[in-house]
């Protein structure tokens, strides 16, 4: 079983919409996570951080926590072309601070 | 205020020889990690470092890898006697004490 999921894509939304990115993990000691984004070829780059159940808004992006569904999710809104990348959802579980990574959701923001 | 700092961004070696990879991490920061992503898949974690001591290494193979940070100077990422399968993007983050990870440009390995 994948310790962290997500769904590949591609997820594609028209200039303006809002795209809706989705991920489940699956340590219930899991307390921080984290939204990153990815262009092709670069490194990846935080977008989100939330630690503690609800919504967690910064400028164009919210991120959702649910603990007890062991559910986070990320809305983009006003999507831009700009925002066309992979989104990688990554869970630190426990002290070790190592991060546990989905394999991120592709999102294509058509003009 | 620069960020983290990897070199070289791009390198290329033979099987069997040795890559070096370095990480300077962001000002401040004293806590290093690795992390490798292999072509069309995910990233995943080789090694949690701190000044002089290796705190996690549960994602390095266990031969020809090898890490290092330390007093002074960069951390070290070494892969000896590399093999096709090693060629891959190697990122670096960095972090405060339990505080947020900021990745590195990342060296992308080829092997020939």
């Known amino acids: 079983q994948k310790e962290v999921e997500q769904n590949s894509g591609p997820l594609s939304v028209p200039e303006g919409a809002i795209a809706s990115l989705n991920c489940t993990y699956s340590d219930r000691g899991s307390q921080s996570f984290f939204w990153y984004r990815q262009y092709s070829g670069k490194s990846p780059e935080l977008i989100m951080s939330?630690?503690s159940n609800g919504d967690k808004e910064d400028g164009r992006f919210t991120a959702q926590l649910n603990k007890a569904s062991q559910y986070v999710s990320l809305l983009i809104r006003d999507s831009q072309p700009s925002d066309s990348a992979t989104y990688l959802c990554?869970?630190?579980?426990?002290?070790?601070?190592?991060?546990?990574w989905g394999l991120g959701t592709s999102l294509a923001v058509n003009p | 205020n620069a960020g983290v700092m990897q070199n070289p961004r791009h390198l290329v070696r033979r099987r069997g020889q040795e890559a070096r990879l370095r990480c300077s991490p962001m000002?401040?920061?004293?806590?290093v990690y690795w992390y490798r992503q292999l072509p069309e898949e995910g990233l995943k974690f080789m090694v949690y470092?701190?000044?002089?001591?290796?705190?996690?290494e549960s994602g390095m193979p266990k031969e020809r890898f090898s890490a290092e940070f330390p007093k002074e100077g960069p951390s070290i990422l070494r892969i000896q006697q590399v093999v096709r399968g090693d060629s891959a993007a190697y990122f670096c983050a960095s972090s405060r004490q339990g505080e947020t990870q900021y990745f590195g440009p990342g060296t992308r390995l080829l092997v020939l």
């Open positions: 470092l701190q000044k002089e001591n290796i705190i996690d």
């Open positions: 990554a869970v630190n579980a426990g002290n070790n601070r190592k991060l546990i």
């Open positions: 939330i630690y």
């Open positions: 000002k401040g920061h004293s806590h």
